[in-house]
């Protein structure tokens, strides 16, 4: 297993797969080619004999220069459990600590259970619930970690 920064060519990949990925469910414009062409520093991808198995996409605050945020993250189904999403949360960890970042936060909806209890699994806390976070009838769960 290599887990590299992401290059702007695997913007493609992803694309490809993240809505399989996510059981049919369409996420693939939530994330955007941006993340792997301007926030590659702070976003990952890993691949198993050259094929993709997962990928975080993540950045650094500009507008809170003590805070990282993690935006995405995809593992393939088959790859799920075996610890790869907790490796590539290690090197965004590790990456916003060599930036000074001092918390890192990212979001999941409230029905998204084993989303939640992933998070809390690898130190994160329940920051807030949000009602209407991302429009009416989109709730957020707001999560962040100490680093």
Known sequence: ????????????????????????????????????????DSSFVAEENGELVGFLCGFLSQ????????????????HRKSGLASDLYERFFTAAREANRATVHCVTSPGNTGSIAFHRRIGFEIEAEVEGYDGSGESRVLLVRAL
């Open 63 to 78: 507008t809170y220069p003590d805070q990282a945020y993690v935006h995405f993250v995809g593992v393939a189904p088959e």
């Open 1 to 40: 297993m290599e887990i590299r920064h992401a290059e702007p060519t695997d913007h493609a990949r992803v694309a490809e797969v993240i809505d399989d990925w996510w059981g049919g469910r369409r996420v693939r414009d939530m994330l955007p080619r941006l993340f792997f062409t301007h926030f590659r």
